[in-house]
């Protein structure tokens, strides 16, 4: 099982930037992909960005691509998602998410291809 922990939520005005982490523990040489989903107000949740084993593969969503950015950290076991140039539209709880992998697979980018959720951490961006 791997445990996951987001952390680096707030509040931020539009135009401003915020760093998400997630640290994840409980899976000793396992290898897995890693994504960020997000959950807005009143709609449903979506896909923000997904990240490989290696952290060579990166996939983003429409919504947020050139300015968000997917990365990890594997030997301190933690995926980080930069957000620049935050809009309103961008409020909502992010999650991160793990899937075990074998090797550098192309990671999953749909939320029901993931095994293992964190709690969930608020991002709110205002005007």
């Known amino acids: 099982q791997i445990l996951l922990l987001e952390s680096g939520g707030g509040s931020v005005q539009a135009g401003g930037s915020l760093r998400l982490s997630c640290a994840a523990s409980?899976?000793?040489?396992?290898?897995?992909?890693m994504a960020w989903f997000r959950h807005p107000p009143g709609k449903e949740r979506e896909f923000v960005a997904a990240i490989s084993w290696s952290g060579q593969r990166k996939y983003y969503g429409d919504s947020v691509k050139g300015r968000f950015a997917i990365s990890r950290d594997n030997e301190n076991n933690t995926m980080y998602l930069q957000m620049n140039g935050l809009k309103v539209e961008d409020t909502a709880v992010y999650y991160c998410a793990a899937r075990y992998s074998f090797g550098d697979l192309r990671p999953p980018l749909h939320s029901h291809e993931y095994d293992f959720w964190g709690q969930g951490t608020q991002v709110t961006v205002s005007l």
């Open positions: 409980g899976h000793p040489g396992t290898t897995y992909a």
